[in-house]
């Protein structure tokens, strides 16, 4: 189907669930219509988090060290733990994701989302505990990791194949 055809078909689908939810009619052919958000896998970083908080408390240590040996502002010394500590859970808070829709793959890298197309993939690695997403544009390997953040590599990879499936992409299991 193309992907004029199947805007048309969404527009028309979403106005009839309109008019028969507002006739209280149950909705209808939602799970097979292809929504413009795709498949979004979320993980949870935990290990800068971890670094951030440990080095919070060599701080302090070595501030409160400090400040009995009658040198330094303590005030200082718990602004910038109390920093690294907030600075932690901004981090833990914000979850790392990867969206797969139709022909593009986005991710959050340096504070802003990357899309990468279909045609900027060259092959799509599923390893045992992470995906490893190789393009030929721009940047380095995309790596998806089980250990480090969390996500459901195994769910992650079986939607992958099926993108790769319908953008003939290589995929490579190891």
């Known amino acids: 189907m193309s992907r004029s055809w199947e805007r048309k078909v969404n527009k028309n689908m979403s106005q009839l669930n309109k008019q028969r939810k507002k006739q209280g009619q149950p909705t ?10 795709g498949d979004v896998f979320k993980g949870r970083k ?4 971890i670094i951030l908080i440990a080095l919070a408390a060599l ?31 901004m981090i833990f808070l914000r979850k790392p994701y990867l969206k797969v ?5 986005s991710t959050m890298k340096f504070n ?17 505990g992470s995906v490893v997403i190789e393009n030929n544009a721009r940047g380095g390997n995309w790596v998806f990791s089980r250990l480090i953040n969390r996500y459901d590599t195994q769910a992650m990879g079986e939607r992958l194949e099926q993108f790769a499936k319908v953008n003939n992409i290589p995929v490579e299991h190891q």
């Open 112 to 128: 802003r989302e990357r899309k990468l197309t279909a045609s900027e993939i060259s092959k799509i690695k599923i390893l045992k």
């Open 101 to 105: 829709t139709r022909n593009t793959v």
């Open 28 to 37: 209808m052919g939602m799970n097979a219509a292809i929504t413009s958000d």
């Open 46 to 49: 935990y290990v800068l988090p």
């Open 59 to 89: 701080y302090a240590m070595l501030g409160m060290a400090t400040t009995a040996a009658g040198a330094g502002s303590q005030a200082m010394n718990w602004i910038g733990v109390s920093l690294y500590v907030l600075l932690a859970v």
